[in-house]
C-alpha cells in the first residue's frame, strides 16, 4: 500500500517562500507521476506542478517562474519550493502520485495548509 505524507504547509506573508515535502512510503512502479494540486473552498482541485519518472517537469501557468517540483530518490520524497507567494496561492495543497499500471493506481496525500497572509 502506497503512503504520501504532505508537510512543510503554514503561514507566510506575500512575498515569502515555503517549501512542501511529500513522503512517499510502499513500492510504485518505474514509471510513474507525482504531482502537486492545491483547492480552495468551493473550487475544483488544480495541478500545480507535477514531474514524471523521467524527470520531466510541467506547471500551471499562474505559478511558473516562482514554484519548483524536485524530488530525491534516496529518500522517497517530492518537493515544492515556493517562492514569491501570493494571497492566491492560499489553499490546501495536496500530493499525488499516478502509478502506470493497467488500470492506472492513483494515490493522494491528506493535505496541507498554505495561508498567504499580512
Known amino acids: 500500500q502506497v503512503q504520501l505524507v504532505e508537510s512543510g504547509g503554514g503561514l507566510v506573508q506575500p512575498g515569502g517562500s515555503l517549501r512542501l515535502s511529500c513522503a512517499v512510503s510502499?513500492?510504485?512502479?518505474?514509471?510513474?507521476?507525482m504531482g502537486w494540486y492545491r483547492q480552495t473552498p468551493g473550487k475544483q482541485r488544480e495541478l500545480v506542478a507535477s514531474?514524471?519518472?523521467?524527470?520531466?517537469?510541467n506547471y500551471a501557468d499562474s505559478v511558473k517562474g516562482r514554484f519548483t517540483i524536485s524530488r530525491d530518490n534516496a529518500k522517497n520524497t517530492v518537493y515544492l519550493q515556493m517562492n514569491s507567494l501570493k494571497a492566491e496561492d492560499t489553499a490546501v495543497y495536496y500530493c499525488?502520485?499516478?502509478?502506470?499500471?493497467?488500470?492506472?493506481?492513483?494515490?493522494w496525500g491528506q493535505g496541507t495548509q498554505v495561508t498567504v497572509s499580512s
Open positions: 510502499g513500492s510504485i512502479s518505474s514509471r510513474y507521476a
Open positions: 499525488n502520485v499516478l502509478i502506470v499500471t493497467s488500470p492506472p493506481l492513483i494515490y
Open positions: 514531474i514524471i519518472s523521467g524527470g520531466s517537469t
